[in-house]
């Protein structure tokens, strides 16, 4: 078995335009992807909007902090789920479950040190 | 003593058993590398033990057993249990070693697993081809970056790259379960048709065609329709290409000057490949509704049973194409469809479906748009407008063949205007 993070993207503005029905709508899904792999799940998050997010980059020996999300897109890292499977193709039928309707998935193994 | 005959006989067996060898002997190993090492050690095993006991009765099994008792040997040596790759994801339950060594007549076929794990969806298109090409056709790194027209180590490293996805985010070594597998063989399919399809117009270089990556798509198509007889698709897409190859001979004259199909030799083109084509389209063409490359084919094959290109029957045609746009819509179909109709109905009417597309903004740069366009004006005598259209599609093309025919079709141009 290996674990991957399932990093879920959306786009921010198409989320506000939705309102409480949207957003109604998002929990029952997470709710339903929540109790369908209660056995595979290991962890999730929901991140607050990128307008909360803090960046820090590094030049040389200093670090400039700066408001904002490090990568500027349209499509933003929104919250994550943690999940056990055996291979790629488990994981990715997990992930089909997660609702997402915005935007997409990133399927990642996480790196195992021995 | 390696003498000429035992060295054919191993030539083709690894032609035709490579992928054969190597699938069961990743089974054994569940490493791409270790794997490809024994099954290279097992053909030049071949090589030295033919001469004297003779080409065996069954290469295959041969060769797969040799690879597989050299895979033991390795395995049981510690060092090499302690690689720092993961090992492929079998099925649930791994056989141990020893279970899968068994009798040579019960060597399972594990190719099927072989080709799904070279184009998995999470691997790029480029990476497939590549993966494809080295695991499953057996060609050197070499051999794979020549047909890329890139150089060896960046090819290596590309394959480096794939092999490590494929370990690290644990792309399993297995035939996908019932329910996902039309969609897995369809990007398999589409491996194949990209390698035909570059093979058939090289779109860099001085040659048309790519021998090489012909028969290597030509190869894989068949060993397909070995392992999955039952699918319409593979059918269609084996159809297809045995179809398109059949005119080989007669795309370009002795000058290497594009022939259109109006002006090939018909009696040049291969009769086996044809007739072996048409009777798989018929079986393709049986499943509701029929695949892009079923229908494809069936163009193909009323092209190649047609005596002439006069008895063409482009109604045929045309109605293929209707279909075909509805099943897999796409600006390049649309375009076909367009001709059809005119070659059917009349340069006017061809005309009328060519201005339909003239919004389609993958046309507008595309020079077979410009050239079909610019022979419809020809032929309505509207020539002033048809020089426009052919200077137009020279300035889209890159291939010299296909430039050297749009300079004679202004030459002829010129002299009908005199």
Same mark, same amino acid.
């Given at each position: ?114 | ?18 992928a054969?060898?190597l699938?069961? =002997? ?6 791409l590398?270790?794997?490809e090492?024994?099954?290279? %050690? ?72 072989l080709?799904?794990?070279c ?12 993966l494809t090409?080295r695991l499953v ?74 021998? %090489? ?15 999955? /007889? ?9 159809? *297809? ?37 048409? =009777? ?48 897999? /819509?796409?600006?390049?179909?649309? *375009? ?83």
């Open positions: 078995m290996a674990e991957y993070l399932i990093l879920i993207y959306g786009d921010e503005k198409a989320h506000e335009a939705g309102g409480q029905a949207l957003w109604d709508e998002l929990m029952q899904g997470h709710n339903a992807f929540g109790e369908k792999h209660a056995q595979s799940l290991r962890g999730g998050n929901a991140l607050q909007p990128t307008t909360t997010a803090t960046s820090v980059r590094f030049q040389g020996d200093r670090a400039n902090v700066t408001d904002g999300p490090f990568a500027e897109t349209k499509e933003a890292l929104g919250g994550y789920y943690l999940v056990e499977a055996k291979d790629l193709d488990e994981a990715i039928s997990i992930a089909k479950d997660v609702p997402a309707p915005h935007g997409g998935l990133e399927v990642r193994p996480v790196m195992v040190f021995d | 003593m390696v003498d000429a005959a035992v060295a054919a006989a191993v030539a083709d067996a690894h032609r035709r058993e490579w054969f060898v699938a069961a =002997t990743v089974r054994l190993t569940r490493d590398d270790l794997a090492e024994c099954a290279q %050690d097992a053909f030049a095993q071949a090589l030295a033990a033919w001469p004297q006991s003779g080409v065996p009765v069954r290469p295959a099994a041969w060769l797969t057993t040799v690879a597989r008792r050299r895979a033991l040997d390795l395995l049981r040596r510690e060092t090499v249990w302690r690689r720092s790759l993961p090992l492929l994801i079998d099925d649930d339950v791994t056989p141990s070693p020893e279970d899968v060594v068994v009798a040579e007549g019960e060597i399972p076929d594990d190719r099927l697993r080709i799904c794990t184009c998995h969806p999470a691997l790029a298109r480029e990476a497939q081809v590549a090409l056709c057996g060609l050197t790194t070499a051999e794979v970056a020549r047909a890329f027209l890139v150089t060896e180590p960046t090819m290596a490293a590309r394959l480096t790259r794939a092999k490590k996805k494929i370990g690290d985010a644990r792309i399993p070594y297995r035939v996908p379960p019932a329910a996902d597998l039309p969609e897995r063989i369809d990007a398999v399919l589409d491996v194949v048709h990209l390698l035909f399809t570059t093979g058939h117009t090289a779109p860099v270089g001085a040659d048309l065609v790519r021998r %090489d990556l012909v028969e290597r798509s030509l190869d894989l198509a068949r060993m397909l329709r070995l392992l999955l /007889p039952a699918d319409a698709d593979v059918a269609g897409l084996l159809a *297809l290409i045995l179809l398109t190859d059949a005119r080989r001979a007669t795309r370009v004259d002795a000058d290497g000057r594009l022939l259109l199909l109006e002006e090939q030799d018909r009696t040049k083109w291969d009769g086996a490949e044809i007739a072996e084509g048409a =009777t798989l389209v018929r079986e393709a063409l049986r499943r509701r509704p029929p695949g892009r490359f079923a229908l494809q084919a069936a163009i193909a094959a009323v092209h190649a049973e047609s005596p002439s290109w006069g008895d063409t029957d482009w109604r045929e045609i045309a109605a293929l194409y209707d279909v075909l746009a509805q099943v897999w /819509p796409s600006p390049v179909v649309a *375009l076909n469809r367009a001709v059809a109709i005119g070659l059917a109905a009349g340069p006017g009417a061809g005309l009328d479906a060519l201005d339909a597309l003239a919004d389609e903004p993958q046309l507008a740069g595309y020079a077979y748009a410009a050239a079909a366009r610019a022979d419809f004006l020809r032929r309505l005598g509207r020539t002033e407008e048809a020089r426009t259209s052919y200077e137009e599609a020279l300035l889209l093309t890159d291939n010299a063949v296909e430039r050297e025919f749009l300079d004679r079709r202004l030459k002829q141009l010129a002299e009908r205007v005199e």
